[in-house]
């Protein structure tokens, strides 16, 4: 069964930084989409980031400028970099690539 295991989120302060990582078991990340969700306490989930098969990276107007995705194939890992971050950042993060989801991981950003 392929499944995803996020890492990296944690508490962080107004303005600061983390680094979110996905890591998947047997999957092909060159082939498949790949992006990240955000559920924000409350509220629905929000899809953040996206990541084509192609390399096309597109963002929600909630993250341009601040967050950055990526992947690293050969290491079967998806990234998110999240920079200058707000207090409305704080919630669950959760990857998928291609069909394929995580559990989430929660960030935490504290005034």
């Known amino acids: 069964q392929v499944h995803l295991v996020e890492s990296g989120g944690g508490l962080v302060q107004v303005g600061g930084s983390l680094r979110l990582s996905c890591v998947g078991s047997e999957i092909n990340f060159r082939l498949k989409n790949a992006g990240w969700y955000h559920q924000a306490p409350g509220k629905q989930r929000e899809l953040i980031a996206t990541i084509a098969a192609g390399g096309a990276k597109e963002y929600a107007d909630s993250v341009k400028g601040r967050f950055t995705i990526s992947r690293d194939s050969a290491k079967r890992t998806l990234f998110l970099q999240m920079n200058s971050l707000k207090s409305e950042d704080t919630g669950v993060y959760s990857c998928?690539?291609?069909?394929?989801w995580g559990q989430g991981t929660q960030v935490t950003v504290s005034p």
């Open positions: 998928f690539v291609g069909s394929a």
